[in-house]
């Protein structure tokens, strides 16, 4: 995910969680510049990756401080 998301800009972290309830895996990458993220939620949204189907979107940035990540 790290390097995928390497080439849409400058990324500070990536985090990866897994809601209990539906198995579902969420990853979360956090860039330098918000230019950068628009970037990749185009680029990336509704593409394959690892035979999985993508939905990107931007994410609310105090839930995100907080660890909330099942809005």
Do not use: W
Request: with cysteine; charged share 30%; hydrophobic share 40%.
């Amino acid at each position: 995910i790290y390097q995928e998301c390497l080439k849409h800009g400058k990324v500070v972290e990536v985090r990866v969680h897994v809601v209990a309830s539906t198995q579902e895996v969420r990853a979360f990458a956090l860039y330098q510049l918000p230019e950068q993220a628009n970037r990749a939620v185009r680029v990336l949204n509704e593409r394959s990756f690892a035979k999985r189907k993508v939905k990107c979107e931007l994410y609310d940035m105090a839930a995100y401080s907080q660890r909330r990540y099942e809005l």
